[in-house]
């Protein structure tokens, strides 16, 4: 199969602390940084975001302040080219500059340690993370409701990509993600997601709408029967990926 050289999109906005405490911006960014070090952009405007998020399960990281600060100048690229009038494509481009050099991405993240999510921001209008999955981790089938972009920085990611059918869901494409590669899903796409490899995969995701606050489906990877998301299955999946490499690399649970 061809290397995808599809590239992906995002949309963002600052947050202000006007009417939020000090623990729920922490919350809701997922920074274990104090607000005196958020540089400048996160206060730019007052966004809506109810600090009730649903439950989605996924693990979320905490992003040290070097990496913020490093990854500050990417996201505000992805502010402005989001209110151009087509945001997705606008973002695609500033996503596919910043993955053309995998190791600079990297260094500006961090080296993957554990199946997770690195919260860089999130709004109403955009929600942008560093996912990292284990060496051969799943998520099963699952939707956004919202365009999504991803972006591979280390490691490698095949998507399934499915569509809905009378009797639950019909697989009609494969897109393999390579260091560097980059990845459109529209508003409707259902995707499942592998890592391959033996070693951590780590890719940016930008989302066009508050990942954390949409309701979505999972589907069961064996019945391929549609379900609500549920947060204590997928906070089981990436339970079980971590103490299973911690068991590889003789850690432990």
Known sequence: MSRSNKHASSQSQGITNSSISRRGMIKTLG??????????????????????????????????????????????DCIAANKSSDPQEAVKDVLARAVSDPKVMLNAIGEPKEAGLKVFLRSKDLTIFAATWTPQ???????????ANIGIYTGRE???????????????????????????????????????????????????????AT???????????????????IRNIFKKANEQMYRLNGHGN
């Open 31 to 76: 920074l274990s940084v104090g607000l005196s070090a958020l540089p400048s952009f996160m206060f730019g405007a007052k966004t809506e975001i109810p600090m009730e998020a649903l439950d989605h399960g996924e693990r979320i990281l905490p992003v040290e302040e070097k990496h913020l600060l490093d990854m500050q100048q990417f996201i505000e």
């Open 158 to 212: 095949d998507n399934i990509l499915w569509k809905k059918q009378q009797d639950g869901l019909d697989a009609h494409d494969v897109r393999c993600l390579f260091e560097g590669d980059v990845a459109t899903l529209n508003t409707n796409a259902i995707h499942s997601v592998t890592n391959p490899l033996p070693r951590f995969t780590g890719g940016i995701h930008i989302y066009g709408g508050d990942f954390f």
């Open 137 to 147: 981790m799943n998520l099963m089938p699952h939707n956004h409701h919202m365009w």
């Open 215 to 233: 309701e979505r489906s999972q589907w069961d990877p064996e019945t391929l029967t549609e379900e609500p998301s549920n947060g204590d299955v």
